[in-house]
T-cell receptor, first 108, second 112 residues
């Protein structure tokens, strides 16, 4: 089964960039890389997705390695409200497989 | 406002009782999903439906049932056969032809 791995936790100082890695070595050629975040006791919030090229939107940037086996989500100027669990689920055919994500704590 | 609604936010039931969780979307999405989340864990897929009157089992379907009689509604019934029903339940939907899923706010079910 497709699977992704992420570090269990990270800290980041407020105002600094948060770089969250994801390993998706089993990804197939036509599967997108997705990122979501979940603030405590809420539903996951879509952040960004990409296939091969780097992507940027108002929330974050996504850097995908050339071999597509890993990616990095970048929050350029982290705020306290970015404290959450960040997921990069493996995306099968119209299904996601979630791991336990990375718990990001933004420190004042 | 367009979106996904789940009600209620908190639900309490006695052991042995069936309970139905509501999920409604007005996004005109074709596919809908139910996930379960336990403390400190990721989401696990219970059931999904890609079209009205059709649904498939996910990874942990035992003890659950669903129906998809209308495009906008995908209720989940937690039956008495589900051994550990206390969890956070999340509904999601997706537009046909796209992979991005959008999630509702969740229902926290506690079985006493």
């Amino acid at each position: 089964d497709a699977k992704t791995t992420q570090p269990p936790s990270m800290d980041c100082a407020e105002g600094r960039a948060a770089n969250l890695p994801c390993n998706h070595s089993t990804i197939s050629g036509n599967e997108y890389v997705y990122w979501y975040r979940q603030i405590h006791s809420q539903g996951p919030q879509y952040i960004i997705h990409g296939l091969k090229n780097n992507e940027t939107n108002e929330m974050a940037s996504l850097i995908i390695t050339e071999d597509r086996k890993s990616s990095t989500l970048i929050l350029p100027h982290a705020t306290l409200r970015d404290t959450a669990v960040y997921y990069c689920p493996a995306s099968g055919t119209y299904k996601y497989i979630f791991g336990t994500g990375t718990r990001l704590k933004v420190l004042a | 406002d367009g979106g996904i609604t789940q009600s209620p936010k908190y639900l309490f039931r006695k052991e042995g009782q069936n309970v139905t969780l509501s999920c409604e979307q007005n996004l005109n999405h074709d596919a809908m999903y139910w996930y379960r989340q336990d403390p400190g864990q990721g989401l696990r897929l219970i059931y999904y439906s890609q079209i009205v009157n059709d649904f498939q089992k996910g990874d942990i379907a035992e003890g659950y049932s669903v129906s998809r009689e209308k495009k906008e509604s995908f209720p989940l019934t937690v039956t008495s056969a589900q051994k550990n029903p206390t969890a956070f339940y999340l509904c999601a939907s997706r537009r046909q032809g796209e992979n991005t899923q959008y999630f509702g706010p969740g229902t926290r079910l506690t079985v006493l």
